[in-house]
């Protein structure tokens, strides 16, 4: 089943209403209940990581990031994250300091460091992916069916996009 609206179950072949698919949801309530939904499902991810793993989502996340770019920068994490380069600088800090990552000296331009995970971070981001991938899994994936998952993401990045063009013509 699919759920839309007020999580009313609808079977994914009924087909939506001239109405239904016309009506403009009030936009306030949208970015309430999407700024709600993002803490409570930060706040359930970083305890699930907490309790498991003894790492907190603010460190998980640009551990993530490290291990997927090669070479990765500081700045490379800021953009992905979209949080800011010193909020990263010192994210960095915090994970280099427990062991989980190290910087080195960029070969490409001196003025930056390349960070790459520690073999020790390697393992608690492999633990620790397990864990996240569950705990998405109760949140999202037994919540609504694959299709509406689908189609909330695909409307994310739409949003996130129009958000860019936005700020770039500003």
């Not at 403009?24 to 803490?39: G, K, N, T």
């Not at 989980?100 to 960070?115: A, F, G, L, T």
Request: a negative charge; aromatic letters at 4%.
């Amino acid at each position: 089943m699919c759920y839309l609206g007020n999580m009313i179950p609808r079977k994914q072949s009924s087909p939506v209403s001239a109405g239904e698919a016309d009506a403009v949801p009030d936009l306030a309530v949208l970015f309430d209940e999407l700024i709600r939904f993002e803490i409570e499902l930060w706040n359930a991810v970083d305890a699930r990581l907490r309790a498991d793993c003894d790492l907190p989502l603010s460190r998980f996340e640009p551990m993530r990031v490290i291990s997927r770019r090669a070479p990765c920068r500081v700045q490379d994490i800021a953009e992905e994250m979209s949080i800011t380069v010193g909020g990263v600088s010192k994210l960095v800090d915090r994970i280099e300091a427990a062991g989980h990552c190290r910087r080195r000296p960029n070969p490409e331009d001196k003025r930056s460091s390349v960070i790459e995970p520690t073999p020790a971070g390697g393992r608690l981001l492999a633990a620790a992916i397990a864990s996240f991938e569950d705990e998405l899994r109760i949140r999202l994936g037994s919540a609504v069916c694959a299709a509406s998952l689908q189609q909330f993401s695909a409307t994310l990045t739409q949003l996130r996009s129009a958000g860019h063009r936005a700020d770039s013509t500003e």
